[in-house]
Structure formats: structure tokens, C-alpha cells
């Protein structure tokens, strides 16, 4: 099975987060910021900062771990960006 990474992105004001799941995360973040999508979600709100990332063994995994994370409060994300990018 594929290996598989969850992500979240913001906006330059971090005002808007968006949870996202993929198997190659360096091409995905590239999709987001060339707007490769024109009509997403991420490209309708400019969300180009990557803040958060984990990745898993298996895909399988990494969808798991999304429907838990989106399932989450707007506190809960970001508490979870600030425990390892406090910065952001």
C-alpha cells in the first residue's frame, strides 16, 4: 500500500483552515499554490501556507486520521498546528 500524509493550510492571515489527505504531499502543496484546481476550496480562499503535516504508512491511515481531525473543533486544529509550529 501507498504511504499516505495528512496536512492543514491557511491563508497569509490564517483566518481560513483547510485539512487535506495525499500520497505525495510535496506535489500537493504545489497544486494548491499554482491554484491547479481553479474552483476548490483552497484556491477560492488563497490557502498556500502549509502548517501542519503528519505522515503514515499506509493511506488507509492518513484517511483515518483526516475524518478525525476535520470531525474536530476550529480550537482542536489549532491547538494541534501550535503544538508543533507555534510560529505559524
Do not use: C
Amino acid at each position: 500500500m501507498k504511504a499516505g500524509f495528512i496536512y492543514i493550510m491557511t491563508n497569509k492571515k490564517n483566518t481560513t483552515l483547510y485539512t487535506g489527505v495525499t500520497s505525495n504531499l510535496p506535489n500537493r502543496i504545489q497544486e494548491h499554490k499554482e491554484k491547479f484546481h481553479e474552483l476548490s476550496f483552497t484556491a477560492k480562499y488563497n490557502l498556500e501556507k502549509l502548517v501542519y503535516w503528519e505522515s503514515f504508512q499506509e493511506i488507509g491511515d492518513a484517511i483515518f486520521r483526516e475524518k478525525q481531525i476535520k470531525a474536530g473543533s476550529r480550537q482542536k486544529k489549532l491547538n494541534l498546528i501550535n503544538s508543533i509550529n507555534p510560529e505559524w
